[in-house]
């Protein structure tokens, strides 16, 4: 051919590509062309303002948090959109606060704005203002707060304000009126407590951590409300304000210190007022936050098959041409811990522990080579205590061709030998010889995911579980096993420990207290206290969430049989350089990070979906 192209079929070759668009004033946005799509949106609307304090007593409500929405796989016109993020409540005086403003993606979705909070016995206003999330009230109780989630959307956008109270009574010449936080998108505003000494403003709810712009960041927290003070009090200083709620809510003031804006972008509501004092006026609300708006489109970045040569050249100067190389992806796999054995048993033995790149360098494998795509991550669950005798085994965690297997339940006096798993559990007791601890690293793998668990000793003492880089301690005459260490990891950056074993319990072999082994560091729970006596303390203590940490074991406490600790739920982490981009569903299951050094993280607590682009 003239042209020196390649004779052959047409074919496409996409590499889809994704984009985050946030939105911290209003604007417009346009997806970049027909073929893009919106895997997910977050829009949440602007904080309430904090209410001012009345003369007489009476703090002011913290302001509502913006309404806070999320959408997955959202549908959106391939046409220029309006985009509005709604500003944050002023407050101008001494009285009630204002709402927030709605933030909108026109034709998409709409967030309202968060409600005032109320004070001052304003005329016409009877109570704190309904919106996302509801202000809070003053000392009239209930009736004063503001509602949330108003108008109602599934999911709610947000929670109800608290409301304020009097203390210690409303006749009473001493009396405080403290006043209540605003809600939040994730939990409710604390009422004003019961409190007159000091006085003390209620706390304003909490927001909702997202990290939809690649780091994870809290919004929408409600602002929290001032402190009541009496009349007669002789200085400024009255009590403490309530907190603001994290997500960027406000706190309240405490008469000593001024209120606090709702911070910006965040939705955040305004801290409400202190009441006023012999020597000291009542003071006014803080203005809410503005709110934010932020949209994920991806973008398949498509070519034909077949190119001329001139085309090829261009493509290659203009940095279009698609070559797109796997990825060197290093991960943590960390599978469930096991349960601990009841009564003196073995404690239970760690997930199974497998990482590349970071952690103990005997135990790293070879990164792996990834290319862009969806990848299933499982995370599994951590086995439960015994009640009856042995522990149940900790459930695998898989990610591509790395799978770590679940820990190996703690023995129980009967039967004695611990259950084999990623670490071993614990031998229990018995005599003459004691039970054995099951094995670890079953089935195989190179590096080893874990170790055996300890022995028990006739003398009613069981052996640790196994950890990632230690076996499990055997039980003596006179002390139970500690469990294996775990293995320190700094795949995210601060460097944590992962897959401790359980410690192991004992029962009545020895005068009273009778303390249960140590659970190995890497979330390993420690074996339960016994004391002459019947207390709880002879509970195994659970393994420690996401770390795969096993449980300990239960021990006799002079009248029952302490039954074991649960074990701890895994974990899966991925890091890839900094050229690729990762995502994931769903939300809750994972979080993304950038290292200071630019690689990207994945960290998955839950099962779900992980994809490298």
């Known amino acids: 051919m003239a042209n020196g192209g390649i004779i052959g079929p047409v074919k496409v070759v996409c590499t889809p590509s994704t984009k985050v668009t946030t939105f911290t004033a209003s604007g417009t946005f346009q997806k970049k062309n027909c073929t893009s799509t919106i895997p997910e949106i977050m829009v949440v609307a602007g904080g309430g303002s904090g209410s001012g304090g009345h003369s007489n007593r009476a703090a002011g409500g913290g302001g509502g948090a913006g309404g806070y929405r999320t959408g997955t796989c959202v549908s959106m016109p391939n046409a220029s959109l309006t985009v509005t993020v709604g500003g944050g409540g002023a407050n101008t005086g001494n009285g009630p606060g204002a709402s927030g403003?709605?933030?909108?993606?026109?034709?998409?979705?709409?967030?309202?704005?968060?409600?005032?909070?109320?004070?001052?016995?304003?005329?016409?206003?009877?109570?704190?203002?309904?919106?996302g999330s509801g202000g809070g009230g003053d000392y009239e109780g209930s009736p004063t707060k503001g509602c949330g989630n108003t108008p109602p959307t599934s999911p709610p956008q947000g929670n109800n304000g608290g409301f304020g109270n009097c203390a210690p009574s409303p006749g009473n010449p001493n009396s405080v009126f403290n006043a209540g936080g605003g809600g939040g998108s994730g939990g409710a505003g604390n009422n004003g407590p019961d409190s007159n000494s000091p006085g003390v403003g209620g706390a304003g709810g909490s927001g909702t951590a997202n990290d939809i712009t690649g780091s994870s960041?809290?919004?929408?927290?409600?602002?929290?409300?001032?402190?009541?003070?009496?009349?007669?009090?002789?200085?400024?200083?009255?009590?403490?304000?309530?907190?603001?709620?994290?997500?960027?809510?406000?706190?309240?003031?405490?008469?000593?210190?001024?209120?606090?804006?709702?911070?910006?972008?965040?939705?955040?509501?305004?801290?409400?007022?202190?009441?006023?004092?012999?020597?000291?006026?009542?003071?006014?609300?803080?203005?809410?936050?503005?709110?934010?708006?932020?949209?994920?489109?991806?973008?398949?970045?498509?070519?034909?098959?077949?190119?001329?040569?001139?085309?090829?050249f261009d493509q290659v100067k203009n940095s279009e041409w698609i070559t797109r190389a796997n990825a060197s992806v290093n991960f943590l796999v960390v599978a469930?811990?096991?349960?601990?054995?009841?009564?003196?048993?073995?404690?239970?033995?760690?997930?199974?522990?497998?990482?590349?790149?970071?952690?103990?360098?005997?135990?790293?494998?070879?990164?792996?080579?990834?290319?862009?795509?969806?990848?299933?991550?499982?995370?599994?669950?951590?086995?439960?205590g015994a009640t009856s005798q042995v522990g149940g085994n900790g459930t695998n965690s898989v990610f591509e061709s790395m799978t770590s297997t679940g820990g190996g339940g703690g023995a129980g006096n009967s039967p004695v030998d611990?259950?084999?798993?990623?670490?071993?559990?614990?031998?229990?007791?018995?005599?003459?010889?004691?039970?054995?601890?099951?094995?670890?690293?079953?089935?195989?793998?190179?590096?080893?995911?874990?170790?055996?668990?300890?022995?028990?000793?006739?003398?009613?003492?069981?052996?640790?579980?196994?950890?990632?880089?230690?076996?499990?301690?055997?039980?003596?005459?006179?002390?139970?096993?500690?469990?294996?260490?775990?293995?320190?990891?700094?795949?995210?950056?601060?460097?944590?420990?992962?897959?401790?074993?359980?410690?192991?319990?004992?029962?009545?072999?020895?005068?009273?207290?009778?303390?249960?082994?140590?659970?190995?560091?890497?979330?390993?729970?420690?074996?339960?206290?016994?004391?002459?006596?019947?207390?709880?303390?002879?509970k195994g203590t659970d393994g420690s969430d996401n770390t795969g940490g096993g449980g300990g074991a239960g021990t006799y406490n002079g009248c029952a049989l302490g039954p074991g600790g649960a074990g701890g739920s895994g974990i899966v982490v991925v890091r890839v350089p900094a050229s690729y981009t990762l995502s994931g569903s769903p939300t809750p299951a994972r979080t993304l990070s950038t290292h200071p050094g630019g690689d990207k993280i994945a960290k998955f607590t839950a099962s779900g979906t992980l994809t490298i682009d």
């Not at 939705?267 to 006023?276: D, E, P, R, S, T």
């Not at 934010?292 to 970045?301: A, D, L, S």
Request: net charge neutral; with cysteine.
């Open 336 to 384: 469930g811990g096991a349960g601990g054995g009841r009564n003196g048993g073995g404690g239970g033995g760690a997930g199974g522990y497998r990482a590349s790149g970071f952690g103990p360098s005997p135990l790293r494998a070879s990164a792996l080579s990834l290319g862009p795509g969806d990848y299933t991550v499982t995370v599994g669950a951590g086995g439960a």
């Open 101 to 131: 403003s709605n933030s909108v993606i026109a034709c998409v979705m709409t967030s309202t704005g968060g409600g005032f909070g109320y004070g001052g016995n304003a005329p016409g206003v009877p109570k704190a203002g309904d919106g």
């Open 418 to 538: 611990g259950n084999d798993g990623g670490s071993g559990g614990g031998g229990g007791v018995a005599a003459p010889g004691g039970g054995d601890g099951g094995s670890g690293n079953t089935p195989p793998t190179s590096p080893s995911q874990g170790n055996n668990g300890g022995n028990g000793h006739p003398c009613s003492r069981g052996g640790g579980g196994g950890g990632a880089t230690a076996v499990g301690a055997n039980a003596s005459s006179s002390a139970a096993g500690a469990g294996g260490a775990g293995a320190p990891n700094t795949i995210l950056g601060p460097d944590t420990s992962y897959a401790g074993g359980g410690g192991g319990g004992t029962t009545t072999c020895g005068p009273f207290p009778q303390a249960g082994g140590a659970g190995g560091a890497g979330g390993g729970g420690a074996g339960g206290v016994g004391n002459s006596g019947c207390n709880a303390s002879s």
């Open 217 to 312: 960041v809290t919004y929408a927290g409600g602002g929290g409300g001032g402190t009541g003070r009496s009349p007669n009090a002789p200085n400024a200083v009255s009590g403490a304000a309530g907190a603001g709620g994290p997500g960027g809510g406000g706190a309240g003031s405490s008469g000593s210190s001024d209120a606090v804006v709702g911070t910006a972008n965040t939705g955040g509501g305004g801290g409400g007022a202190a009441a006023g004092c012999a020597s000291d006026p009542q003071s006014k609300g803080k203005n809410g936050g503005s709110g934010i708006i932020v949209i994920k489109e991806t973008t398949p970045k498509c070519a034909s098959g077949v190119w001329s040569i001139n085309d090829h």
